[in-house]
């Protein structure tokens, strides 16, 4: 649940922005074509609900390929993580690997992606795995690494199986940090395929933004920054419910 001083809070931004959009655009202090009125953006957005499928086309693929890359990155992040947080060894030589490939514009390799696999869905979803990969094996490595292993000593003596000390033990631990970088990672991935779609696409929300972009549409793009932010909002408040509900049923 939301608190009600939270819920003020960003209903307090939320109207500062608007009304500061409001007197920049009513006032002519920024010209339409940098900031259109607030009611040109409305009708813009009007017409593409009028339209669902010209809304839900585009939002359904930028979707579904941020879940894929998400997904592929948490499949394979997670055992490596873990796997290198469980051996003083790897983790010295591989936990800097990690966090220097982290650090790296990776965006620079979406050209060789789109050579490789084309400018389809499929380079947008490795660019935006690749993204998302290195938060989650980070924080799985760190977060094993600070596992006590007194406790495991403790479950193995007391006659738990591997899989008993893994899931009693071990997941608790690691839950909660490895959670809140696969959210980061979450939004990674879907800014990583938006912008992708926007310099390379032909379908999903960043292809939109182009297209709005390139023909000097104002109203219409400021319509998809909006839609952008509230996809951005919606998946955000999906995950954070569906983590709060895991760790409930973990920690029980």
């Known amino acids: 649940m939301i608190a009600p001083r939270r819920v003020l809070v960003y209903a307090g931004t939320v109207a500062s922005v608007l009304a500061l959009w409001a007197l920049l655009a009513g006032t002519g202090a920024v010209a339409p074509l940098l900031l259109p009125p607030i009611g040109d953006v409305w009708q813009a957005l009007s017409d593409l609900a009028a339209e669902p499928s010209k809304l839900l086309e585009p939002v359904g693929t ?3 390929e941020t879940a ?10 997670l055992p490596l993580g873990v796997l290198v ?9 591989y936990e800097p690997v990690l966090t220097g490939l982290n650090a790296l514009p990776l965006v620079i390799l979406y050209p060789v992606l789109a050579a490789t696999l084309g400018v389809g869905s499929h380079s947008k979803i490795a660019l935006g ?10 924080a799985a490595a760190r977060a094993t690494a600070t ?3 007194r406790l495991i000593t ?3 003596t007391m006659g738990a199986s591997r899989a008993q000390w893994l899931t009693g033990v071990v997941l608790p631990a690691v839950l909660g940090p490895v959670l809140a970088a696969m959210r980061v990672s979450l939004g990674l991935a879907l ?7 926007f310099i390379a696409g032909a379908a999903g929300i960043g292809y939109q933004l182009g297209t709005a972009s390139q023909s000097l549409d104002s109203p219409g793009l400021f319509a998809w920054i909006v839609i952008a932010c509230l996809v951005t909002v919606a998946v955000n ?9 895991l760790q409930k049923g973990v920690t029980r």
Do not use: K, N, W
């Open 68 to 77: 894929t890359a998400f997904g592929i990155a948490a499949v394979l992040a």
């Open 85 to 93: 947080g469980s051996s003083r060894l790897l983790r010295r030589a």
């Open 154 to 156: 403790a479950a193995q």
């Open 191 to 197: 800014v990583t395929v938006i912008a992708s779609e």
């Open 62 to 64: 930028t979707l579904e």
């Open 129 to 138: 795995a690749l993204y998302a990969f290195f938060p989650i094996a980070i």
């Open 237 to 245: 408040l999906l995950f954070s419910l569906t983590t709060h509900m």
């Open 147 to 149: 596992v006590d292993g």
